[in-house]
């Protein structure tokens, strides 16, 4: 017979807490619970283990202790979910039924400070070495950790502890920048002014660091504007930022290797360390109405698997610093509708000796899906495919389709085609 759970020992211990005084108390209020994480004798973690939030507490009020804790199931608004992680957090509880020990719901937490921003609230950074607060950083704010309690919460800004956000932000690019980097969504700030405001900010944060921040925005007693924005950001620190105040959209991944912005004047900004890759299935429609300007650190290719037309109403220039090359398999037809003038520093041969031919741009097989089926894509220059999910976000271009196939089809898939498990655990992202 397999061992019992933590949990089922709680529970056996509940018909223990029937015959205790205390079942005259429930039913008749709301008490204050305190989290019990771990069994304090045999170190065992009390961890639900269906998923459905239920807590390890004891009820100081009626003589509990974390020795012998109570079994709390998890009560909350339809559609919300949170559960503290941290050993010694207060909650509140109540028993629906009168006299049942076994019917205690918990439902909210003690929190002594709101916390609704990842990474922790901007502030006067502590000079720690690290470099913020000093040199061209002196006047720089950082993301400071969040106090758990009102005397923490008093300290002065930069004798509490910086965040380690802050080691995020600046790899992204954006310690400094307070529109996309950290942010003072807290209901703290707007009751610390010297003419106390209302709260500004709602949001809520996860054990772990991610959060959604929404933040109307306010003016504070120096004139400084904090902006309107929604944010969502993840514990490692990948955000969505919708500022209405300044009007741009930015979102940015954890590492800072890629960013796309959509600005105020309608300006979309887009940066890869990596390739950039589109595709369509049909038309691929580009038109500046000012300029359009092309340039790579290497080689430009185009290709055409029909007809290429180039047309300009005004004039046409093409120009090498290198030697150039005209070739065509089949004839060619050169038409002037004025004069032709051809000028060279040298010798102009007319028919030999033999030209050098041009060079060809080469081409391979891409995997492909097609109506949900994997396909090829026979001819391409193209080094990354985009495709219809499940798309396999990898540089495989020497997959063959056969193990492509096998790759989209299952977990197990990825490791008879040679590819990695991407960080998300998805096999198909």
């Not at 029909?306 to 300009?312: E, F, G, L």
Request: net charge negative.
């Amino acid at each position: 017979m397999a061992a019992k759970s933590t949990f089922a020992n709680i529970l056996d211990k509940e018909t223990s807490h029937q015959n205790s005084p205390m079942v005259t108390a429930l039913g008749q209020g709301i008490y204050k619970a305190v989290v019990v994480l771990k069994n304090p004798t045999t170190g065992e973690d009390y961890i639900d283990p269906t998923g459905r939030g239920r807590l390890a507490a004891y009820i100081p009020k009626l003589d509990g202790n974390p020795s012998n804790p109570m079994f709390f199931q998890h009560a909350s608004n339809t559609g919300s979910f949170g559960q503290p992680d941290k050993e010694g957090t207060v909650i509140f509880v109540f028993f629906a039924e009168v006299g049942s020990v076994t019917d205690g719901y918990w439902f909210a937490t003690a929190q002594q400070i709101p916390d609704i921003v990842s990474g922790g609230i901007r502030g006067r950074p502590h000079i720690d070495g690290k470099g913020q607060g000093e040199g061209v950083f002196k006047d720089i704010g950082a993301a400071k950790v969040t106090p758990v309690s009102i005397s923490e919460a008093e300290k002065a800004e930069e004798d509490t502890e910086n965040s380690e956000r802050n080691e995020v932000t600046a790899a992204q690019g954006i310690y400094s920048d307070y529109l996309r980097g950290s942010s003072t969504a807290s209901p703290r700030r707007d009751a610390n002014y010297k003419i106390p405001q209302g709260p500004k900010t709602t949001g809520m944060r996860t054990p772990g660091g991610g959060a959604v921040t929404i933040d109307d925005g306010s003016i504070d007693d120096t004139g400084e504007i904090h902006a309107e924005q929604i944010r969502i950001t993840t514990a490692s620190g990948a955000s969505v930022v919708l500022d209405g105040g300044n009007d741009f959209i930015y979102v940015i991944n954890s590492s800072g290797s890629g960013w796309v912005e959509i600005g105020a004047s309608g300006e979309v900004m887009v940066y890869a360390e990596g390739s950039l890759s589109m595709r369509t299935e049909k038309d691929f429609n580009l038109r500046a109405d000012k300029n359009i300007n092309i340039e790579a650190g290497e080689n430009i290719n185009m290709r055409s698997v029909k007809t290429t037309k180039i047309n300009a109403t005004e004039e046409l220039h093409l120009r090498s610093k290198g030697t150039q090359f005209l070739q065509s398999e089949a004839g060619m037809n050169v038409d002037v509708g004025v004069n032709c003038l051809v000028t060279t520093g040298g010798l102009l041969h007319l028919n030999g000796p033999i030209a050098q031919k041009s060079e060809l741009i080469l081409v391979d097989s891409m995997p492909d899906m097609e109506e949900s089926a994997c396909t090829e894509l026979k001819e391409t220059i193209v080094s990354v495919l985009p495709t219809h999910e499940p798309y396999i976000r990898t540089q495989a271009k020497e997959l063959s389709t056969s193990a492509y196939a096998i790759a989209a089809a299952s977990d197990n898939g990825l490791a008879k085609a040679g590819i990695p498990r991407s960080s998300s655990g998805n096999p198909h992202r």
